[in-house]
Structure formats: structure tokens, C-alpha cells
């Protein structure tokens, strides 16, 4: 490739501008994975907590929502008094141009429940408070995961362009400089001695 280039001055000004931007490009790159990198670490030590939790968390949910049927009978009339989930948003936060999902659902207090009190006991509001502790370990789960994917597919995006500037484009600079300096030093060295030569026929005459 270098010895495509014709060796001039401005070809070796132009090819020096585009190897310190490939050089700053690649910085860069390199700087947007480690932090993507951090990013991710951070999400993924949370994902496995999240992880950990939630088994448990659902598994207390339903043990408390079978308490509640043994007490009150089947509760299939009470859960049918509760709304259904529409409570979910959707927004995006940016890490380094990365969009990553911010979910939000609203959590009803437990001590201002959704339902009539006069027909239920303490098992069912229980059941209630566990159920929504699971919607809140879901959804903060599913946005740490769907985070981690994107930023997984991000830093793969960010280390192939990384790996193709510090490869190929500045290896290949590099040598279009060296070539083009060589040429012209050499082009330089022609010159001066055949000055030296036109100068000592002009003194011998």
C-alpha cells in the first residue's frame, strides 16, 4: 500500500494528519471499552444478586398467596378486584452513545393498598407486599439484563473497530509515512549532489 502513494510533502502531511487521527481514534475506542467494560462488571455483579434474590422472593410470594387462600378461601374474586399492570415506562440513559433501558413501575405502599380491606386479612395483605417486592426485583432485573446484552454487542462493536486501528490503519500509516519520508530524503540527496556536481562544473570552467 505504501508504495502506492506518491511521495510528496503534501502526501506526507496528509498521511501524518491520518495517522494522528487514527492514533486519537483508537485512544478513544480503547478508553469508550473500558469504560463500557466498568459499566457492564457493575451490572452483572447486581444481575446475580438480583439473581440470588428472586427465587426466594417468588417463592415467599406464592407461599403467602396460598396462606391467604387457606384463610379467606379461593382469593380469585379479591386478585380479580386488582388492576392490571399497566404501571410500566420506558426510558433510556446514555453510556458513552450506549443506550441503555431505564424501567419504572409504580409501587403501591404497603400501607395503601388497591384493595378493600374489609374482606381481607393480614395473610392477603401480606401476599400482597411480597408480590410486589417481586415486581420490583423483576423489573429492575430485566433492565439490568437487557443492559448488559446491549452493552455486551457494544463493547464487541467498540474492541473489532479498536482492533482494526491499532492493526491495520495505523500500521498501514505508519509504513505510508516511512516510505514517503525515505522517498523524499532520498529525492533531497539526488539533489544536493547533483547541485554539488552542476557547482564544480561551473568553478572548473
Do not use: W
Amino acid at each position: 500500500m505504501a508504495e502506492q502513494i506518491f511521495p510528496t510533502k503534501g502526501n506526507l502531511i496528509k498521511t501524518k494528519r491520518q495517522l494522528k487521527q487514527a492514533q486519537l481514534g483508537y485512544e478513544l475506542m480503547d478508553r469508550k471499552r473500558n469504560i463500557l467494560v466498568r459499566e457492564m462488571v457493575s451490572l452483572t455483579d447486581e444481575a446475580k444478586e438480583l439473581r440470588s434474590t428472586i427465587e426466594s422472593t417468588y417463592a415467599q410470594a406464592y407461599k403467602a398467596l396460598e396462606y391467604a387462600n387457606i384463610t379467606l378461601g379461593v382469593v380469585n374474586e379479591l386478585a380479580q378486584t386488582i388492576p392490571t399492570e399497566q404501571s410500566l415506562k420506558l426510558s433510556v440513559r446514555s453510556v458513552m452513545g450506549v443506550e441503555l433501558p431505564k424501567l419504572s413501575a409504580d409501587i403501591s405502599p404497603a400501607d395503601h393498598p388497591i384493595y378493600a380491606l374489609n374482606r381481607t386479612n393480614s395473610s392477603f395483605d401480606y401476599a400482597y407486599v411480597c408480590f410486589n417486592k417481586a415486581k420490583e426485583i423483576t423489573v429492575r432485573l430485566a433492565e439490568v439484563e437487557n443492559s448488559i446484552y446491549r452493552l455486551a454487542v457494544a463493547i464487541k462493536k467498540t474492541q473489532k473497530r479498536a482492533n482494526a486501528l491499532k492493526n491495520i490503519m495505523i500500521p498501514r500509516f505508519q509504513e505510508q509515512v516511512h516510505f514517503i519520508t525515505n522517498a523524499l530524503e532520498e529525492k533531497e540527496r539526488e539533489e544536493f549532489s547533483r547541485q554539488k556536481v552542476i557547482k564544480r562544473r561551473k568553478t572548473n570552467m
